[in-house]
């Protein structure tokens, strides 16, 4: 049985143009570089007022526990539920945990469909 835990706060993605404009101290930073773009993931507080573009509206979940690499289909079956009902995703993994993010619009559609297939929602 797998278990989410809502995530209190309202998520922003956006696009910077360097890593200066990070407060690294906040509680949610999640930073994603590549070579054609530095993307922040943080609370929407925290977005930082220079961005080259984003996107505000996401609410969360966490998935509880940590996840062994091993561990096949964690993400692909909760995703396919919401696809089912017409609900977007975004994803954010980290070396412990997923954390999976719908807009504010569909987040408590999201939450009514994943208590009604069996997860646990705290």
Known sequence: ???????????????????DVIDFTK???????TDD?????????????????????WRGLKISGILDFGMI??????????AANMISIFVISTY????????VENYEKCIQILICNGYVIK
């Open 1 to 19: 049985m797998i278990e989410l835990q809502r995530l209190g706060s309202d998520f922003t993605v956006c696009k910077i143009d360097s890593l």
């Open 37 to 57: 773009e530095i993307s922040l993931f943080c609370k929407s507080d925290n977005t930082p007022s220079n961005t080259i573009a984003s996107e505000s509206g």
């Open 27 to 33: 509680e949610f930073v999640f930073v994603s570089k």
């Open 96 to 103: 412990n945990t997923d954390y999976i993010f719908v807009k």
């Open 73 to 82: 289909g964690v993400i692909s079956k909760i995703s396919n539920l919401l």
